[in-house]
């Protein structure tokens, strides 16, 4: 398979998987065009692998925790908008009322990340492991930590509820 096959076959998979690793669709975009670019750049060695996509899946991933790490993540741009011009998305509003994707970004970098691979990929524990270059029982450990944090998340907020 070439790579401008690859591109346009799995380009919103990655898509895809940005926005539910990151929760922002901006970054989103750009970690799956990182991810294909440094896939461009090895195609030949991306082919060769037994899974192109388990590839790229990793580059993407890795962006991901690599961008987590860097200070210049956590700043949000500022500018003034004309609000009369502008139309708000509406899909925008139901991601941010969701109240997992909250608790989901409350969660580590890597937690976040093995929750969304196992449960909105569909990877099991070795696949994981592959992708991250940890141990399957890293995986293991890394997800009951990340659901025991959504857990008192959701019992923090069910007792929120109840106080007037």
Do not use: C
Request: aromatic content about 8%; cysteine-free.
């Amino acid at each position: 398979m070439e790579f401008e096959e690859y591109a346009s076959a799995r380009g919103q998979d990655l898509v895809r998987l940005g926005f539910t690793v990151s929760g922002d669709y901006q970054r989103a975009e750009d970690l799956a065009q990182i991810a294909l670019m440094q896939a461009f750049r090895n195609w030949r060695r991306v082919q060769r692998t037994e899974d192109p996509h388990n590839y790229v899946r990793r580059i993407l991933v890795n962006s991901y925790l690599s961008m987590t790490r860097k200070r210049s993540f956590t700043e949000a741009p500022a500018a003034d908008i004309d609000s009369e011009r502008t139309v708000p998305d509406p899909a925008i509003d139901i991601v941010n009322s969701d109240d997992l994707w909250r608790a989901l970004a409350r969660l580590s970098a890597r937690g976040r990340v093995v929750l969304v691979l196992r449960y909105y990929q569909d990877m099991d524990d070795r696949t994981i492991a592959d992708v991250l270059g940890i141990k399957p029982s890293s995986v293991r450990a890394t997800a009951s930590r990340a659901l025991a944090s959504l857990r008192t998340a959701r019992q923090y907020s069910r007792v929120d509820e109840r106080l007037p």
